[in-house]
């Protein structure tokens, strides 16, 4: 998939301009703050039981970058790569993870940027601060994250994810989880 931000138009605040039975505000908001929270607790097949078959999880190498695809990320992964990360941040060899990393996200409360109610997807985006901490060390990142979900199955699922860095151009440490 070839995830880019939307260039749909702004949704409506209340309704959505949604079909009867699909989420609202408050259940678009509370994905957000859920995804957030599975990674932060290591809930890791709940967390990628959140994507689409199709989802990607992405993190741009340089600003507004146009997408993931024909350019270089610092992270851009489907599925089968996050399936694969997964399983590594759970390996006994895997040294990165002795001692193991943890992380927390502190997320400014979400906003719906766009609404596409033909193709049932929504796009909402969230400021954040994300620290990452293994044995002694700690680091801090900043930025936005903007998840296209769409409605499926009767539940949200993210076809992507794509966290912006305020310093994305600069030399980062090692990113073990998922800001």
Not at 41 to 54: I, V
Not at 82 to 98: F, V
Not at 115 to 127: I, L, M
């Amino acid at each position: 998939m070839n995830a880019t931000v939307s260039n749909a138009q702004p949704a409506p605040s209340a309704a959505l301009g949604s079909p009867a039975g699909w989420p609202g505000e408050r259940e678009l908001f509370a994905a957000v703050y859920r995804e957030a929270r599975l990674i932060d607790e290591k809930r890791w097949d709940e967390w990628y039981d959140l994507y689409a078959d199709e989802g990607v999880y992405w993190v741009p190498l340089t600003p507004g970058q146009p997408d993931g695809i024909d350019h270089t990320s610092i992270a851009y992964e489907d599925k089968l790569l996050l399936k694969l990360r997964i399983e590594r941040l759970g390996s006994p060899r895997a040294y990165s993870q002795q001692p193991p990393s943890r992380c927390t996200h502190v997320l400014q409360q979400p906003e719906i940027e766009s609404c596409d109610v033909q193709a049932g997807t929504w796009v909402t985006r969230s400021a954040f601060v994300y620290v990452e901490a293994r044995a002694e060390d700690q680091f801090m990142l900043a930025g936005a994250v903007r998840h296209t979900w769409v409605w499926r199955d009767g539940r949200l699922q993210i076809l992507c994810k794509r966290v912006d860095l305020i310093n994305c151009d600069a030399a980062l440490p090692s990113i073990q989880l998922f800001p």
